[in-house]
């Protein structure tokens, strides 16, 4: 609580000083709000706690979810920054729905990948601890198409994710864009199941693959060298079934990283995966190890797609400075300086 506590004021507590006077650009107050499937609280559903924040809110919002199943879709929107999610642990509090890609939205179109996030979060400055997020749909047998599954989407700015579970299958989190901090979580799926452009990072999470004739970890967009994009694995625990490959190019200039990270004996020959791309014969991607171990980390270092890093060029993903995590992270999480136990 108190790794929380000192986040959430280095994330909410900003001033920019303009010659002698100061300028408050962060929030102002808190105000809590309480939820509870069996009543007893504010509300008994998440979104309504949700719909009760202001728009373009500007106050230090904690909701407080207490144990019990949410079957409900949930969405932030831009216009309301500054919130929290607090559940009462990750096995005991969780927030689930069933949307697929293929599946009809509200005006009869299908929903598409994006569209069937059990959770989506669009503003700025969102967090959330203690809490799983859940796709429900049965996982799909590779080839499958439409089956595409959310449990959660991020699009916002500055969000931190701790103690949180993210349970599905294809397509489980959607790190859409903005830069993002997961620490300590517990991430599930089958394909694809951490995919999009974010800025992320990955700091002493497990990746469980629920694979069965084969898998994919990640899959990152990133398009163009100019983009400041990518995934980075820190100190982090792949687990599960496969084979798995562990980063996919979604995009031309896919960028992810694994450091100190231990790897089960799931990883499919080969490691990586070009998606297909005749660009990606060129190089283009960026995929990184360094110092990862266990007994399935030889695969990923014999990929032709990956390179073992040094260092000097491995440093810039192994602390928040990758995020630009300084003003928004707690100190805690500043730097990396541990190595595989």
Known sequence: MLLVSTFILLLHVTTVTCRNSSKWVGPIGHRLIT???NGGAHFRSVQAAVNAVTENNRMN??????????????????TKPYIR?????RDVTVIEWHDRASDPGPNGQQLRTYRTASVTV?????????ISFKNTAPAPMPGMEGWQAAAFRISGDKAYFSGCGFYGAQDTLCDDAGR?????????????????NGRSMYKDCELHSIATRFGSIAAQARNSPYEKTGFAFVRCKVTGTGPVYVGRAMGQYSRIVYAYT????I???GGWDDWNTANNSNKTVFFGVYKC?????????RGSLAQELDFESAHQFLAKSFVNGRHWIAPADASLNATPQ
């Open 267 to 269: 990883v499919a020959h």
């Open 180 to 196: 993002h901090y997961f620490k300590e979580c517990y991430i599930e799926g089958s394909i694809d199941f951490i995919f999009g």
């Open 293 to 301: 171990w266990g007994p399935g980390a030889a695969a990923i270092r």
């Open 262 to 265: 231990y790897f089960d004996d």
């Open 85 to 89: 999610f607090e559940g009462a642990g």
């Open 35 to 37: 939820v509870d499937i």
């Open 61 to 78: 919002v904690l909701i407080q979810i207490n144990a019990g199943y949410y079957i409900e879709k949930v969405v932030v929107p831009v």
């Open 122 to 130: 669009f503003a700025n400055y969102f967090s959330a601890t203690n």
